[in-house]
């Protein structure tokens, strides 16, 4: 069971807007950096947002993250074939002295 | 570019050890906080554990406390993971991952593809 829970699975068809929520705790989300990461089949994890909302260069402003309170969340608009991966939230947790990470979101483009 | 890879998986049995390896090009890990991050066949990421830009900070998930140790040879560039006393439960593939350093935030934004250790009598 991980310490940041995360809905198993999102679905959405090509052009709409999808949600992935991260929920956590005050020693984790509240107080620390939310990051957001894509792992396509196969391959190995990228990062797509750090600090909460901010995009590395290379990653679309189709992706957006936002946090609030404990809980934190990625929003991909205009959805493309290409976005159908896993998506994992992550933020240091105080309390474990450790990163802990979501348990992943399966996102399917139908 | 930035490159990372791991080395020394493969199949043991419990209770044994293996030192993985992670050889970094492209940045000098002395510069840069580096972990370990794990994914078991068909599951979720886990992080296993962390060192410091300068080695004084290490940090490790309870689930391998006292079993694996983290450690770097700054003059070969190189990353090592040394694992004790391995359970069916460790099997997993390992990612080497490089810590940025991105406007006060620190995330992980380069991957190895990893190695994979498979426990199993």
């Known amino acids: 069971q991980s310490v940041l829970t995360q809905p198993p699975s999102a679905s959405g068809t090509p052009g709409q807007r999808v949600t992935i929520s991260c929920s956590g705790s005050s020693s984790n989300i509240e107080s620390n950096n939310v990051y957001w990461y894509q792992q396509l089949p196969g391959t190995a994890p990228k990062l797509l947002i750090y600090?909460?909302?901010q995009r590395p260069s290379g990653v679309p402003d189709r992706f957006s993250g936002s946090k609030s309170g404990t809980s934190a969340s990625l929003a991909i608009s205009g959805l493309r074939s290409e976005d159908e991966a896993d998506y994992y939230c992550a933020a240091w947790d105080d309390s474990l002295s450790g990163l802990v990470f979501g348990g992943g979101t399966k996102l399917t483009v139908l | 570019q930035v490159q990372l890879v791991e080395s020394g998986g493969g199949v043991v049995q419990p209770g044994r050890s293996l030192r993985l390896s992670c050889a970094a090009s492209g940045f000098t890990i002395s510069q840069y906080g580096m972990h370990w991050v794990r994914q078991a066949p068909g599951k979720g990421l886990e992080w296993v554990t962390f060192?410091?830009?300068?080695?004084?900070?290490?940090q490790y998930a309870d689930s391998v406390k006292g079993r694996f140790t983290i450690s770097k040879d700054s003059s070969k560039n190189t990353l090592y993971l040394q694992v004790n006393s391995l359970r069916p439960e460790d099997t997993a593939v390992y990612h080497c991952?490089?810590?940025?350093?991105?406007?006060?935030?620190?995330?992980?934004?380069?991957w190895g593809q990893g190695t994979l250790v498979t426990v199993s009598s």
């Open positions: 991952v490089k810590e940025g350093v991105y406007s006060g935030s620190y995330p992980f934004d380069s």
């Open positions: 600090g909460n909302n």
């Open positions: 060192i410091s830009y300068d080695g004084s900070n290490k």
